[in-house]
């Protein structure tokens, strides 16, 4: 059973929690002995930032074991993580943790996450959005798909949206074929496969063509035989 009051005590202390804040090398520090033994001074002072994050993994394990009750209460304590944390790292595990929380304040949470400064917490919010599979996990997905200033969030909505098999989605991502970045397009191409069963590979003329309505042949695929053959070196 998730020790609660325990959990609750670290969680709350979030806002003034600055001890080991994350950045860019915080997987470094993690392996440095020095900054070990630098977080070992900090927790006998109070919580550090990775006993934070240790025990907010900890409560996303047990919340499907809670009642409805608690599940709104730490639904709303996480929401207010995702909204005042300083640190980009908690915000984004409370996402992942809000994303298993069928509520208005995971909704509310989850639209602050997906407009966060910090990329890893809009991926995370893409990531949770297609947990949810209804209207507004959709409109949120296609807005991220479509104006997102980064091209990673983008794929991330775009995998997001292979889990709604919708006319609006499937629109969206055909015109998403001619988008500029290759990265976008082939995305795009991925997810089209999970929602239409076809596969065109790469050729995104012949994926604008079939989600036009034309009855376009699949390519032929090689077997591993065949595959296995064509790379070895040719001598002639």
Same mark, same amino acid.
């Given at each position: 059973?998730?020790?609660? /009051?325990?959990?609750?005590?670290?969680?709350?202390?979030?806002?003034? $929690? +600055?001890?080991?804040?994350?950045?860019?090398?915080?997987?470094?520090?993690?392996?440095?002995?020095?900054?070990?033994?630098?977080?070992?001074?900090?927790?006998?002072?109070?919580?550090?930032?990775?006993?934070?994050?240790?025990?907010?993994?900890?409560?996303?394990?047990?919340? &499907?074991?809670?009642?409805?009750?608690? %599940?709104? %209460?730490?639904?709303?304590?996480?929401?207010?993580?995702?909204?005042?944390?300083?640190?980009?790292?908690? /915000?984004?595990?409370?996402?992942?943790?809000?994303?298993?929380?069928?509520?208005?304040?995971?909704?509310?949470?989850?639209?602050?996450?997906?407009?966060?400064?910090? #990329?890893?917490?809009?991926?995370?919010? $893409? /990531?949770?959005?297609?947990?949810?599979?209804?209207? &507004?996990?959709?409109?949120?997905?296609?807005?991220?798909?479509?104006?997102? #200033?980064?091209?990673?969030?983008? %794929?991330?909505?775009?995998?997001?949206?292979?889990?709604?098999?919708?006319?609006?989605?499937?629109?969206? +991502?055909?015109?998403? +074929?001619?988008? /500029?970045?290759?990265?976008?397009?082939? %995305?795009?191409?991925?997810?089209?496969?999970? +929602?239409?069963?076809r596969d065109y590979g790469g050729d995104f003329e012949a994926w604008?063509?079939?989600?036009?309505?034309?009855?376009?042949?699949?390519?032929?695929?090689?077997?591993?035989?065949?595959?296995?053959?064509? &790379?070895?070196?040719?001598?002639?």
């Amino acid at each position: 059973m998730v020790r609660t /009051r325990d959990i609750c005590l670290l969680l709350s202390l979030g806002a003034g $929690c +600055l001890g080991c804040t994350d950045g860019p090398f915080y997987a470094m520090k993690r392996a440095n002995p020095y900054f070990q033994a630098e977080w070992k001074k900090d927790r006998a002072l109070g919580p550090t930032f990775q006993d934070r994050l240790q025990e907010l993994d900890l409560l996303k394990g047990q919340l &499907a074991s809670m009642s409805a009750a608690e %599940q709104e %209460q730490w639904a709303q304590r996480l929401a207010a993580i995702i909204q005042q944390d300083p640190s980009g790292e908690m /915000r984004s595990r409370a996402v992942n943790a809000i994303a298993l929380l069928p509520s208005e304040s995971a909704t509310t949470a989850l639209n602050v996450a997906s407009g966060d400064d910090v #990329e890893k917490v809009r991926l995370a919010a $893409c /990531r949770a959005w297609k947990l949810c599979s209804d209207t &507004a996990a959709r409109d949120m997905l296609l807005s991220l798909a479509q104006a997102d #200033e980064s091209t990673s969030v983008r %794929q991330a909505a775009i995998e997001s949206l292979s889990a709604f098999d919708d006319p609006e989605v499937k629109s969206a +991502l055909t015109h998403l +074929l001619d988008d /500029r970045s290759p990265a976008v397009q082939f %995305q795009v191409a991925q997810s089209l496969k999970t +929602l239409t069963g076809r596969d065109y590979g790469g050729d995104f003329e012949a994926w604008q063509k079939f989600m036009a309505g034309e009855d376009i042949p699949e390519p032929r695929r090689a077997n591993v035989a065949e595959k296995m053959w064509n &790379a070895l070196p040719s001598w002639r």
